[in-house]
């Protein structure tokens, strides 16, 4: 899949050194898997839950969060937020 887009995650890591490496190591699973389906996602993160449109996805031994829309068609994953795990719990990603 194509991951919509990095620079998020870059960003992020600049303000959370610890986070670039489990950052990076989630963007290279992404990008090295064709995802069909919710299913398919699932097998692969089995931690990511589904919250309307959105898969959040526990990074770095849920330190650290990605709100993302996984279009299974258009083979895209696009990262809405990321955000450490208090941050997660504020809500403010929410839809």
Request: glycine share 6%; proline share 3%.
């Amino acid at each position: 899949m194509k991951l919509i887009s990095n620079r998020a995650l870059r960003e992020f890591a600049t303000r959370y050194p610890a986070s670039e490496m489990p950052l990076q190591d989630w963007r290279r699973v992404v990008e090295k898997f064709g995802f069909s389906t919710w299913s398919d996602l699932k097998r692969v993160f089995r931690s990511v839950d589904k919250v309307g449109e959105l898969a959040i996805f526990d990074i770095g031994g849920n330190k650290y969060r990605i709100a993302a829309y996984a279009r299974f068609q258009k083979q895209r994953i696009c990262v809405k937020a990321v955000m450490t795990h208090k941050e997660y719990d504020k809500g403010a990603w929410k839809p």
